[in-house]
């Protein structure tokens, strides 16, 4: 997400869906209402990638999706699930200081959200310009380079030690659809991201709240977001007559 260019009046960038990842290598754990959440170590792959490349999977999937149903600006939750597949689903920030939303997340799935995320891409207007790989690395680490204040509770349990999972992206593609996010024309680019990011393990079925978000306050930049969330096992079809699909 980029509240970060929104709140600072200034531009944004990224797309393109990548394949999906593969199954994880380990097994993880699930949060239970005793033992309360369970993050994933950012310094172990999960599902298949590291932190820093759920990341880029994570700008990816945003920035796949035009404007009319952007996660980033979706005030209600109602385009939550749209573009998402495999055993991870994506939340999101958002671009208008605080938001509050509903959203129904697959029972299995693992949850990967920022508290505090930039990017910095090929096609962007300075700050957020880079020409190659290391000027997108300076570029980004110098946009965090600032204080940065962090929250995160899940059902009214918050996470301690957020400042250790801060994340930067490998070097990725992106590719901008037609009426994007940045409001540019659509165009292929590199980028690379870093921030703030937490992977937590899928919760139990039931109703749950997540409430997360971060700031920089030097810059008086602050985004909070909470997700009233919905664990649901598939729905099974059944033929007439009441006879379970075999």
């Known amino acids: 997400m980029r509240y ?3 709140l600072l009046a200034l531009s944004c960038s990224m797309a393109l869906l990548a394949p999906a990842p593969s199954r994880a290598e380990d097994a993880s754990p699930v949060a239970s209402p005793t033992t309360g959440p369970s993050v994933l170590p950012p310094d172990v792959p999960a599902y ?30 109602e385009h939550c699930d749209y573009g998402q597949a495999g055993p991870v689903f994506f939340l999101t920030q958002t671009s208008a200081g605080t ?9 299995g799935t693992a949850l990967f959200f920022p508290l505090l995320d930039t990017d910095c891409s090929t096609v962007e207007a300075p700050p ?18 600032t204080r940065a204040e962090l929250t995160a509770t899940v059902d009214g349990v918050a996470i301690p030690d957020l400042e250790r999972y801060r994340a930067q992206s490998p070097l990725f593609t992106v590719a901008l659809p037609a009426d994007n996010w940045l409001e540019v024309e659509p ?24 409430h997360f978000g971060g700031a920089l306050p030097d810059l008086g930049v602050m985004a909070e977001v909470t997700y009233h969330l919905t664990v649901a096992e598939p729905t099974v079809a059944e033929p007439p007559g009441g006879t379970p699909v075999p």
């Open 4 to 6: 970060l260019v929104t």
């Open 48 to 77: 298949g990638l590291t932190y820093g490349e759920w990341a880029a999977r994570h700008w990816q999937w945003l920035l796949s999706l035009p404007m009319a149903i952007n996660a980033n600006i979706d005030a209600t939750g």
């Open 99 to 107: 938001a509050e939303r509903v959203c129904t997340v697959p029972a």
């Open 128 to 145: 957020f310009f880079g020409r190659d790989e290391t000027e997108l690395q300076t570029c980004v680490e110098a946009l965090l380079a």
């Open 187 to 210: 165009a292929v680019a590199a980028a690379v991201a870093d921030g703030y990011w937490l992977l937590l393990a899928p919760l139990p079925p039931g109703e749950h709240e997540l």
